[in-house]
């Protein structure tokens, strides 16, 4: 058992969680004991109690108090990742350098926990440390039921520098969706203002976004601007489109939102467009009926970005996921039929 100690923050160790700093000085120590301490205000950051999400910099001092030795047998921790999970969290790697990874999120698998999620991609990343130190860190997300290219960064300095391009809008992320009908223009840009509508239940259940006009934002408390663009590749008549969707502002389920708004949801949406099974043409009904997925059909589909670390141009690709292809085979849409980047190739 070793006695209290102070130790500083390195150069190179701050802009980090405490917990996570604290598990890199003592590996030894589980992370529940960890929360523990700081609840008892044993860790203790400059003098001030600490939470385990409190961030730590360079140069402040830390508090640790009496720790076990590191030889000491540790208490048994059950696994948090299942070798099924693993397996499956590893096989939808589509690019790993040293410094990120970037994955095809599987549709249904939350990208953080909450809300009674136990199973999520932040809790699987554990199985993505391959021969790294830390559990990778996710530098953006995807909504539960939206499949498609999701980055994480296996480095603090790369998830600074992946976080800061995301909030540049330094990078270019392409979706694919079906939608119920046809857009008009075929070609164009959705501006509207987003709020969030309070959900049911005693945890919010069934939250959703609201779109309002973009004069009434500054007027509306919570309310944000939020534009798409959107470009159709393909259409079945006039009962569904295939479209390529930017969105050039990142809100809270933009995409599902802004597509209802126009009328055109997209095909699977229960919470934006209506679970009906009956669409014949022109928009509405999330449902296409016959032998099309009942599954949300939105996927990102590209991620283009500058490499944080090496500078070089990264182009990466997710292949749909299952349901989807099911659709696009039924609907003879093909990609390489299809532009890359259409908004780029009309420009």
């Keep these: 058992m070793t006695g209290v100690q102070t130790l500083t923050v390195g150069p190179g160790d701050g802009d980090q969680r405490l917990d996570r700093w604290f598990r890199r000085q003592f590996p030894h120590i589980p992370q529940g004991r960890i929360e523990k301490m700081c609840r008892k205000g044993e860790i203790r950051v400059d003098g001030a109690r600490a939470k385990p999400a409190t961030r730590v910099e360079a140069g402040q001092t830390i508090r640790i108090p009496p720790l076990p030795d590191s030889d000491a047998p540790a208490p048994p921790v059950q696994a948090r990742v299942s070798d099924a999970d693993a397996a499956m969290i590893r096989a939808a790697v589509l690019y790993r350098d040293d410094h990120l990874i970037a994955i095809n999120k599987p549709p249904g698998l939350p990208t953080q926990g909450g809300s009674g999620h136990t199973r999520h991609v932040d809790g699987l990343a554990e199985a993505l440390i ?124 933009q995409l599902r939102a802004h597509m209802a708004a126009i009328g055109h949801p997209i095909v699977g949406d229960g919470k934006y467009g209506g679970s009906g099974q009956e669409n014949l043409g022109d928009g509405w009904g999330a449902q296409l009926g016959g032998e099309i997925s009942r599954k949300l059909h939105l996927h990102a589909r590209s991620l283009s970005l500058t490499h944080p670390i090496t500078g070089a141009r990264l182009n990466i690709t997710a292949p749909l996921p299952q349901h989807m292809q099911k659709t696009w085979d039924a609907l003879e849409w093909h990609a390489a039929d299809v532009p890359v980047d259409p908004f780029e190739d009309e420009a």
């Design 130 to 253: 391959f021969d790294g130190i830390d559990k990778p860190r996710l530098v953006h997300r995807l909504d539960k039921d939206t499949s498609g290219v999701l980055l994480l960064a296996r480095t603090r300095q790369a998830a600074q520098a992946l976080t800061e391009a995301l909030r540049a809008k330094a990078t270019r992320k392409i979706y694919w969706a079906a939608t119920a009908g046809v857009p008009h223009p075929r070609m164009g840009t959705i501006k509207t203002g987003l709020v969030k509508a309070p959900g049911h239940g005693a945890a919010g259940e069934g939250e959703k976004m609201l779109t309002i006009p973009t004069d009434a934002v500054d007027k509306t408390d919570g309310a944000k601007r939020a534009v798409t663009d959107y470009a159709t590749l393909s259409a079945l008549g006039t009962r569904t489109a295939w479209v390529a969707l930017v969105p050039v502002t990142g809100r809270t389920h």
